[in-house]
């Protein structure tokens, strides 16, 4: 089993800034697809960004694309998402999510933490 916990969202003003932390536990976290998704009250979840287990291949929807920034640190068990350039339609609740390449998707998640940017 994976357990993932997220970490660092709050209340920020437009334009503001956030980081956003995912610890994982296990020791298998380095093989991992790790992702960001996110929900808006009434809205579905939607992907924001995904990281390859080295790191090296990332994937962002376009809406945070030059705003967001995903990174792992794979000796930390720990992935972040960097939120620069907030706007009020990024408020949601933040998830992170891992795939374990096994081909059943992503199929360990987070709790999730609040984000809510506010104009």
């Known amino acids: 089993q994976v357990q993932l916990v997220e970490s660092g969202g709050g209340l920020v003003q437009v334009g503001g800034s956030l980081r956003l932390s995912c610890a994982a536990s296990g020791r298998a976290f380095s093989s991992y697809t790790m992702a960001w998704f996110r929900q808006a009250p009434g809205k579905e979840r939607e992907f924001v960004a995904a990281i390859k287990w080295s790191g090296g291949i990332r994937q962002y929807v376009d809406s945070v694309k030059g705003r967001f920034t995903i990174s792992r640190d794979n000796a930390k068990n720990t992935m972040y998402l960097q939120m620069n350039s907030l706007k009020p339609e990024d408020t949601a609740v933040y998830y992170c999510?891992?795939?374990?390449?096994?081909?059943?998707?992503?199929?360990?998640w987070g709790q999730g933490t609040q984000v809510t940017v506010s104009s």
């Open positions: 999510a891992a795939d374990r390449n096994q081909g059943s998707g992503y199929d360990f």
